[in-house]
């Protein structure tokens, strides 16, 4: 009879051993913590870049599991929104997120803070008010760069253009407004048109054909991203008119920097979006243990020309 309480007892042991939360001193002590990155797409030096940064971050934390998703296209909200969703039933430990649009992502990210996730927000702010921080560029700060660049390059006289993101996405709707409170400025500057390319170099490069057909006088281009201001300037070289029409970018995107160096783009202002991936990560860990975190941590921003580029080729 001793005997068999005996076994019964070391049983229970093994079997609290086992347990999650149970004896041993096992549990909470080997859990990780699981970052999700949702951007609006990983098809670009941009985005791969972005989770380059936060993998790095990542790496100096053993206890931080990190997942960087997206949808396969910038345009795919309903995507994106599914991912999140996803993550939310997965109980993940916190949220970063790229919103793809304002009003098709609240509903989710009410979902994420109703389920007790942290939830950050990086590249493209929202006005949502359940957001721990915004993390990224001041947008509107650098459309004004580079509206400043082409009133600088027109010697304040021309007809200009805009290539912009999809409709409705803030961050290129800020650089939009930037660009436009520069050109405001510049009373012989005429802003002709303004239309979407959803950040698709090859979308860029149609629309920038199109755009030359109806406006052959043309003296400069605004593109919102890089892929679409290589899509221009693809188009401007296919009817050689390169360093005739300026083509000024967002981003800067080693490729993007290349052809800014060569003369074939105009400049492109810089984001660092290696340093939005890592303060998402650094955001969310001090998210998950409760400490403090800036409303608004902003990565920095830059023009780059002929003159700088060499710097970030390094």
Same mark, same amino acid.
């Given at each position: 009879? !001793?005997?068999?309480?005996?076994?019964?007892?070391?049983?229970?042991?093994?079997?609290?051993?086992?347990?999650?939360? +149970?004896?041993?001193?096992?549990?909470?002590?080997?859990?990780?913590?699981?970052? &999700?990155?949702? %951007?609006?797409?990983? $098809?670009?030096?941009?985005?791969?870049?972005? /989770?380059?940064?936060?993998?790095?971050?990542?790496?100096?934390?053993?206890?931080?599991? #990190?997942?960087?998703?997206?949808?396969?296209?910038?345009?795919?909200?309903?995507?994106?929104?599914?991912?999140?969703?996803?993550?939310?039933?997965? /109980?993940? *430990?916190?949220?970063?997120?790229?919103?793809? +649009?304002?009003?098709?992502? %609240?509903?989710?990210?009410?979902?994420? !803070?109703?389920?007790?996730?942290?939830?950050?927000?990086?590249?493209? @702010?929202?006005?949502?008010?359940?957001? #721990?921080?915004?993390?990224?560029?001041?947008?509107? &700060?650098?459309?004004?760069?580079?509206?400043?660049? &082409?009133?600088?390059?027109?010697?304040?006289?021309?007809?200009?253009?805009?290539?912009?993101?999809?409709? +409705?996405?803030? *961050?290129?709707? @800020?650089?939009?407004?930037?660009?436009?409170?520069?050109?405001?400025?510049?009373?012989?500057?005429?802003?002709?048109?303004?239309?979407?390319?959803?950040?698709?170099?090859?979308?860029?490069?149609?629309?920038?054909?199109?755009?030359?057909?109806?406006?052959?006088?043309?003296?400069?281009?605004?593109?919102?991203? $890089?892929?679409?201001?290589?899509?221009?300037?693809?188009?401007?070289?296919?009817?050689?008119?390169?360093?005739?029409?300026?083509?000024?970018?967002?981003?800067?995107? !080693?490729?993007?920097?290349?052809? &800014?160096?060569?003369?074939?783009?105009?400049?492109?202002?810089?984001?660092?979006?290696?340093?939005? +991936? /890592?303060?998402?990560?650094?955001?969310?860990?001090?998210?998950?243990?409760?400490?403090?975190?800036?409303?608004?941590?902003? %990565?920095?921003?830059?023009?780059?020309?002929?003159?700088?580029? @060499?710097?970030?080729?390094?």
């Amino acid at each position: 009879m !001793k005997r068999t309480v005996w076994i019964a007892c070391v049983v229970t042991v093994a079997v609290m051993c086992l347990l999650p939360a +149970g004896g041993c001193n096992r549990g909470d002590a080997t859990r990780k913590h699981r970052i &999700v990155i949702v %951007t609006k797409a990983l $098809d670009s030096e941009f985005w791969q870049t972005l /989770k380059s940064g936060a993998e790095e971050a990542a790496r100096r934390h053993p206890d931080v599991e #990190l997942a960087v998703l997206a949808p396969e296209r910038e345009i795919n909200i309903d995507q994106q929104v599914s991912i999140i969703e996803d993550q939310i039933l997965k /109980k993940v *430990s916190a949220l970063a997120v790229v919103p793809g +649009g304002v009003s098709e992502t %609240t509903p989710v990210l009410d979902k994420a !803070k109703a389920a007790g996730i942290p939830v950050l927000i990086v590249d493209n @702010d929202t006005p949502w008010p359940g957001k #721990l921080s915004y993390i990224g560029t001041d947008n509107r &700060v650098g459309g004004k760069l580079a509206g400043d660049a &082409v009133v600088k390059a027109l010697g304040g006289r021309g007809k200009v253009a805009i290539i912009r993101g999809v409709l +409705g996405v803030a *961050s290129h709707e @800020d650089r939009v407004a930037g660009f436009r409170d520069a050109i405001a400025g510049a009373p012989g500057i005429e802003l002709v048109t303004i239309q979407p390319a959803n950040s698709e170099r090859a979308l860029g490069l149609t629309v920038m054909e199109n755009i030359l057909t109806s406006n052959p006088d043309l003296n400069a281009v605004f593109a919102t991203n $890089d892929q679409m201001a290589l899509g221009a300037m693809e188009a401007v070289a296919a009817q050689k008119l390169t360093g005739k029409i300026f083509v000024v970018g967002f981003d800067a995107g !080693k490729e993007a920097v290349r052809a &800014v160096k060569a003369g074939q783009i105009y400049a492109v202002v810089a984001q660092y979006p290696a340093n939005m +991936g /890592k303060q998402a990560v650094e955001a969310a860990i001090k998210a998950i243990k409760g400490e403090p975190i800036e409303k608004v941590i902003d %990565t920095g921003t830059a023009l780059v020309t002929k003159e700088n580029a @060499d710097e970030f080729l390094k």
